[in-house]
C-alpha cells in the first residue's frame, strides 16, 4: 500500500528535538552534536523506525542515524521515540545518495540496509542500495574495519549483493539464506518488513560483510564460494 504523502510532513518533523534539519552543517562534527565519542551508526532507508529505535533505545552507548528520503515516512519513526526523547537517535531526511555531504571520511562505524527496495529492473540497477556505486559511497565514511549488515527477503536481490560484496572493498563475513534457522538469529532485532515477512513463511536473508580497504580482491577468488557453500548448510 502507497503511504498517502503529508504535504506537512517537514514542519511536523521540524517540531521534534531528533530530526535534524541541516545535517550537513555536522559533517565532520557528529559526535558534537551527539555531546560524546561514542561509535555512530547508521541505518539508510529506516522506514517506520522500528529497528532503529529499538536499537537506540537498547545501546544507549551507541549513537544512531537514521537516514529516510521520505518525510512523509520519518514521522512514523518520530513517533516511535519515547516520550523522553532518544539523545542518541538522530533523524535524517535526504538520499543516500549525498552520505559525502553529511559524513567525513572514518565518521561512522557500521551501517545497517534492511529490506532496501529492489529495484528488479536491469535499467535501474544502480537505484540499488547494494550496487557497487554506493559501496564505494560507503567506503568513504566508514572506518576502516567497520561492517555492514544487510537484511532482505527478496532472493534475486540477495544473490546480486553478494556478487557485489565479493568485488569490493568489503568481506562477506557471515551469510545465511535463512535467518530465522540460523546462529545469526541470536541478537536479532526485526523490522517491520521482516515480522510481516516472516508472519508469511517468507525466508529473510541476512550478510554481514566487514570493510577491508587493503583488500586484494583478485586473491581472493574463494570467498563467494566459501559464502555459498555456508549458505547450502544453512538451508
Not at 538520499?95 to 559525502?100: C, G, I, M, Q, T
Request: glycine share 6%; aromatic share 10%.
Amino acid at each position: 500500500m502507497r503511504l498517502r504523502n503529508d504535504p506537512h510532513a517537514c514542519e511536523r518533523l521540524e517540531l521534534s528535538g531528533n530530526f535534524v534539519q541541516d545535517p550537513q552543517s555536522y559533517k565532520g562534527r557528529w559526535h558534537e552534536y551527539f555531546g560524546n565519542r561514542n561509535p555512530i551508526h547508521i541505518e539508510i532507508g529506516s522506514g517506520k523506525g522500528k529497528f532503529i529505535t529499538a536499537l537506540a533505545i537498547k545501546n544507549p552507548h551507541i549513537n544512531y542515524i537514521a537516514i529516510e528520503k521520505f518525510p512523509t515516512v520519518l514521522l512514523k519513526l518520530i513517533r516511535k521515540i519515547p516520550e523522553q526523547g532518544l539523545s542518541n537517535l538522530a533523524v535524517i531526511s535526504i538520499d543516500a545518495e549525498l552520505l559525502e555531504e553529511i559524513f567525513t571520511k572514518g565518521e561512522a562505524d557500521a551501517l545497517y540496509l534492511n529490506f532496501s527496495d529492489p529495484w528488479p529492473k536491469k535499467r535501474h540497477v544502480k537505484r540499488r542500495l547494494t550496487w557497487a556505486g554506493f559501496l564505494g559511497l560507503y567506503e568513504k565514511v566508514l572506518k576502516e574495519g567497520s561492517v555492514i549488515e544487510f537484511k532482505t527477503d527478496n532472493r534475486g536481490l540477495f544473490d546480486f549483493s553478494l556478487e557485489e560484496f565479493e568485488n569490493s572493498n568489503f568481506t562477506v563475513k557471515h551469510v545465511t539464506y535463512d535467518l530465522y534457522n540460523s546462529d545469526l538469529l541470536l541478537g536479532n532485532v526485526a523490522t517491520e518488513y521482516e515480522e510481516k515477512f516472516h508472519s508469511l513463511g517468507t525466508p529473510i536473508n541476512k550478510l554481514v560483510a566487514q570493510l577491508e580497504s587493503k583488500k586484494n580482491i583478485s586473491s581472493n577468488p574463494e570467498n563467494l564460494k566459501m559464502a555459498k557453500e555456508q549458505l547450502n548448510h544453512d538451508l
